[in-house]
């Protein structure tokens, strides 16, 4: 029961102001990861995938490699909460098969439910290997840095070095997970029960280890669920 219910608090430094770089571990990998999605309609699939994977494991080396944390302290409850927030992901359009057509999840706002991804690329393997590779370990690193570990703490204070990582506001916390949701176009509401879920676990754990792992089980069961299943609406 230990392991439930004493969360590993990190060390807060003392600065009165946070210097670019410590900014650039955080925010600077989930920038490259949306920059790309700017340019990939003008390369070539295959390319773009290693490029972006190439540029994002460089990224997270260079400017994030100090900050990144290995160690989770509830290795068990995080895999059941990245597993729990599979099922909800999944759940709406496997109960409902026309769910994602009703106009609050396809419109000119949220796009459409559909996969971009050149059909040929289902019978590729060394495109599938990179992009489940991509999904169940960069992008949530990533993305768990940007959301959890900078934004949700410097919304507190700009000095968020200095904020313990899993400090709640209802501010940071509702912000974060609007953000976080919006970022999912039309599976956004499935992205908002992520959001909160995944803020919530880094409140309750303090540990952004925790919020990674989780977020890695949901990405790899979902990776395993388009495979199996022939969903490729759901990798975007």
Excluded at 29 to 40: E, K
Aim: proline content about 6%; overall charge positive.
């Amino acid at each position: 029961m230990r392991m439930w219910l004493e969360p590993t608090l990190p060390k807060v430094k003392n600065i009165g102001s946070e210097p670019p770089a410590i900014h650039a571990a955080y925010v600077a990998p989930f920038g490259l990861f949306i920059a790309t999605l700017a340019v990939r309609h003008w390369i070539q699939p295959e390319t773009f995938a290693v490029l972006r994977f190439v540029l994002i494991g460089v990224a997270l080396a260079v400017f994030s490699r100090r900050v990144i944390p290995w160690r989770p302290s509830f290795w068990l409850a995080s895999v059941l909460v990245g597993a729990a927030v599979f099922v909800v992901w999944v759940g709406p359009d496997t109960l409902w098969p026309r769910y994602r057509d009703f106009w609050l999840f396809h419109n000119f706002i949220t796009g459409a439910a559909a996969s971009s991804l050149d059909a040929r690329l289902k019978t590729n393997a060394f495109f599938i290997v990179i992009r489940v590779a991509e999904s169940a370990v960069l992008i949530p690193i990533l993305e768990e840095l940007f959301w959890r570990g900078w934004l949700m703490r410097w919304l507190i204070q700009p000095d968020f070095e200095n904020v313990p990582m899993g400090r709640y506001t209802p501010r940071s916390f509702w912000i974060v997970a609007l953000l976080f949701a919006s970022e999912h176009g039309a599976y956004w509401e499935v992205g908002l029960i992520a959001g909160i879920a995944y803020n919530a676990w880094v409140v309750r754990t303090r540990n952004l280890a925790d919020c990674m792992l989780a977020h890695g089980v949901t990405n790899a069961l979902l990776a395993a669920y388009v495979l199996l299943f022939d969903k490729w609406e759901f990798w975007l």
